[in-house]
Each structure stands twice: as structure tokens, then as C-alpha cells.
């Protein structure tokens, strides 16, 4: 079930400027503000009381009230300790939980025929979400499907710019928003290519121009606590990607295939 934390993440570039400011006070502050009054809120962040009030509502919430009911449930699933390996782990067990509630596994295994059907599989990905296409890549590959990762923008537009409608392209960008991916997907839409989207925010660019998206967990919320991983939600969701596509016995007898060869080429 998603809280009322994963309903701001989804449909926070749908905010206007001053509910982001909302948005994002909220998301840094929220165990602060389950007995805060809407007009301490209001004033703590420099708005008016019937902003708070738009905001409640575009969210989801019937009014302030509920909105606090709302955030006291999400609230209790992310308290963390003063213990680093315990608030760790509630916080990875929050953010799967979270990833979860965002994508329906039916999607997943739709996400899976695409890949499967596919002639060839190609993943965008800048920065760490590129070192995540390349391990998406490194296990498909080793199952024997035809797959490549990009990690630059001159890549992904050469890839884009001979793709065909039987071809299936993988976009992580947490954002939803970044200059290189988007180009390179516009350019892969125009090819009729299916275009699959790992992605933070609904509503975006990116999602706009996928015929299928995979939302995951951000961790935003959690920054403040120190450093994580901004990859884990993503990683989490092709874990899942790769235990279906694990159940194909044709392409898991290859991966097998490739276990055995690494073995006897250890022992040379």
C-alpha cells in the first residue's frame, strides 16, 4: 500500500513551486510535524495556510487532518535507530517496502515479455544508474539474451538512431528528467522502439515518452541521515526483473551454460 510519502514522491514535478516547498520541507521534516498545527507548518515554511491546504489535497488528503493521520503511518514505517546496522536496515526494508507499493508485479512481468520478445536490448543510464545498466547487462547477457548498455549520450543517440520496432530499450533515470536520456528516448519513440522506464516520478518527461514504466523508492527522505545508496531501489527493481525472466528455463539453462564455462576456465 503506497504511504502518503510515495504519493508526494510520484507526483512531486506535478507540484507547483510553492508545494515543492511544501513537498520537500515535508519530506526532510515529517516525523516533526505529526503534532504540528497548519498554521506552524505554514509559517515554518513561509506559505500561506490555504497553500498547505492545496497541497494536502493534490496529494491525495481531504484536508490537514488527514494528511497528519496520513503521515503518521508513514512515519512509523521509517523510524530509524541510533544503531548504524539497525537504521540501515530499516531503512532498506522502508525503501523495498516503498518500491513495492509503487509497481504492480503484473508490470514486472510484462516488463519481462518486452525483454523476452525482444530482438535486442538496449539500457540507458548516466552516472550510477549507468554502473546499474551495466550489471542489468552482465546478468542478461550471461542468460543469453542480446543486450547492451550506455553509459555516454553519443552512445545512446547512435543506438537510438538504428532501433526498430522489435527492439526494447531500458531507461534508469531516477529523475525522470535528464537532458541525455530524454534526447536518446525521443529519438528511440520516433523508431517505434518499446521504451521501458526505471524511474523515481510519474508524470515526467520520461515516463511521457514510455510505453512502460517501473517506479522505485527514492531516498531522499533518508538523506539526512547520512549516505546511502541511491541505486538501491533500482537495484532492487532488477533483482525482480531477473528472478522472472529466471523462471524461462530456455534462458536459464544458458545461464548455467555460462556458470560451467567460468568454472572450467578457473581451472586452466
Not at 510535524?33 to 497553500?51: C, F, G, M, R, T
Not at 535507530?81 to 503484473?106: C, F
Not at 525522470?176 to 534526447?183: N, V, Y
Request: a positive charge; proline letters at 0%.
Amino acid at each position: 500500500m503506497q504511504t502518503i510519502l510515495d504519493k508526494i514522491q510520484l507526483k512531486y514535478h506535478t507540484l507547483s513551486k510553492t508545494e515543492k516547498k511544501i513537498a520537500n520541507y515535508v519530506i526532510t521534516h515529517n516525523q516533526e510535524l505529526l503534532n504540528i498545527h497548519i498554521k506552524e507548518l505554514a509559517k515554518q515554511i513561509e506559505v500561506s495556510d490555504a497553500a498547505v491546504t492545496r497541497f494536502c489535497k493534490k496529494i491525495g488528503a481531504a484536508n490537514f487532518v488527514e494528511f497528519k493521520i496520513l503521515l503518521r503511518d508513514a512515519v512509523k514505517e521509517t523510524t530509524t535507530t541510533h544503531n548504524a546496522i539497525s537504521s540501515v536496515n530499516s531503512i532498506y526494508e522502508s525503501v523495498i517496502q516503498s518500491t513495492n507499493s509503487l509497481t504492480k508485479m503484473e508490470t514486472y512481468q510484462e516488463a519481462c515479455n518486452w525483454i523476452l520478445k525482444a530482438n535486442k536490448i538496449h539500457v540507458f543510464g548516466l552516472g550510477s544508474s549507468g554502473l546499474s545498466g551495466e550489471e542489468l547487462k552482465f546478468r542478461l547477457s550471461r542468460m543469453g539474451l542480446h543486450i547492451n548498455a550506455y553509459g555516454d549520450s553519443h552512445s545512446m543517440i547512435i543506438a537510438s538512431s538504428i532501433l526498430t520496432e522489435k527492439d526494447v530499450v531500458i531507461a534508469i533515470s531516477s529523475s525522470g528528467q535528464t537532458k541525455e536520456i530524454l534526447e536518446a528516448i525521443e529519438l528511440a519513440k520516433r523508431r517505434k522502439a518499446n521504451i521501458i522506464s526505471i524511474t523515481n516520478y510519474s508524470e515526467t518527461p520520461l515516463t511521457k515518452n514510455s510505453d512502460l514504466a517501473l517506479y522505485t523508492s527514492s531516498i531522499n527522505r533518508y538523506q539526512a541521515l547520512g549516505f546511502l545508496n541511491s541505486q538501491l531501489s533500482i537495484l532492487y527493481s532488477l533483482d525482480i526483473l531477473s528472478m522472472l525472466l529466471a523462471e524461462n528455463q530456455t534462458y536459464m539453462k544458458a545461464y548455467q551454460e555460462t556458470l560451467h564455462a567460468l568454472d572450467e576456465y578457473k581451472k586452466i
